[in-house]
């Protein structure tokens, strides 16, 4: 019993001291983290600073420089300008910038993204027919307007996703916008962008997502559709309003809504998808009304897990 009880001590004191040695490294690695926090915060504050040195030195560069005369006073020549400022042409593109994008050279830019690039918020990007083969990142509030009275504007991409919104507002319309890869056409994880006029399609995907309680977006009159899983996803409290829409021949869901969700349709066509029309689960809310939700494989409607669905006027 001796030699048991002294083996079992000292087993006790390895495993104490391999304790010890473990939460050493564990209060180390706590350290290194927070170190690396405070590394990822000050990053953060010093990119914060240089956006805004940035956005000044160009406010700046808008300002007409004034003349100056021997006596070392503005000329009446630069008081005049300064008045006038507002009323010029220049002044005017200023306040409303617009870009031309054009395959052909004869715009101001040839792809959108190049626009994008150079554009500040408030920038209207005019695109002219053609296929863009590129994946847009709306990372300022614009608009991107596609010139359709020659030809289809097509944004096409395999390698991600079409286009994905990263700020607080912007608009597309006229757009024909397809994905061939494993990604979503249209991505939409924080802000409010506005989808109108449009063909979207994901051959591989959903089509559209909008997903966190920062996304809220608005879909008008749009083409969604041939998508191998949903033709609209929106999960994790994001919201939607989806009105005169036609959404078919998903491989799913026409509209899924999950996680908190929030839908509003309104006089919407969803029709001939494999699953239901419109799914509602996870605590997720839809008002849907005067839409027509028939010829789905699964039905018009799954509710599920707390979901709840007010409606009127639908055909179902």
């Known amino acids: 019993m001796r030699q048991t009880r002294s083996q079992l001590e000292s087993q006790l004191e390895t495993a104490n001291r391999e304790r010890s040695h473990i939460y050493a490294q564990l209060s180390e690695m706590q350290s290194q983290i927070e170190k ?19 956005e000044t030195v160009y406010q700046e560069r808008l300002q007409p420089t004034p003349e100056i005369t021997a006596t070392g006073e503005e000329s009446p020549k630069a008081e005049l300008l300064d008045k006038n400022a507002e009323s010029t042409p220049e002044a005017a593109i200023l306040k409303n910038q617009e870009f031309v994008v054009s395959q052909q050279g004869e715009g101001d830019y040839t792809t959108i993204s190049e626009a994008l ?21 709306i990372d300022k509030s614009v608009e991107i307007i596609g010139n359709i009275e020659a030809g289809s504007v097509t944004v096409e991409s395999s390698d991600s996703n079409c286009i994905q919104m990263a700020t607080d507002s912007a608009l597309v319309r006229g757009l024909t916008i397809k994905t061939t890869g494993k990604y979503y056409a249209v991505d939409i994880r924080q802000g409010e962008l506005i989808v109108e006029d449009s063909d979207i399609t994901s051959a591989n995907y959903s089509v559209v997502v909008i997903c966190g309680s920062n996304a809220n977006s608005v879909i008008r009159r749009c083409q969604i559709h041939d998508g191998i899983w949903n033709g609209i996803f929106i999960s994790d409290n994001g919201k939607a309003t989806v ?41 997720s809310i839809a008002t849907v009304d005067d839409c027509d939700l028939t010829g789905n494989t699964g039905g018009a409607w799954r509710i599920a897990d707390n979901g709840y669905i007010r409606g009127k006027g639908n055909q179902e």
């Open 36 to 54: 690396a926090n405070q590394s990822q915060a000050q990053l953060q504050s010093q990119i914060s600073e240089l956006e805004h040195h940035l």
């Open 117 to 137: 690039k150079n554009a500040v918020s408030g920038t209207r990007i005019y695109v002219r027919p053609g296929v863009y083969k590129e994946s847009i990142i």
């Open 243 to 283: 009105e005169d829409c036609n959404i078919y021949n998903n491989g799913t869901l026409g509209i899924g809504v999950g996680l908190g969700g929030k839908l509003i349709a309104r006089r919407c066509r969803i029709n001939g998808n494999e699953g239901e029309a419109i799914a509602v689960y996870r605590d």
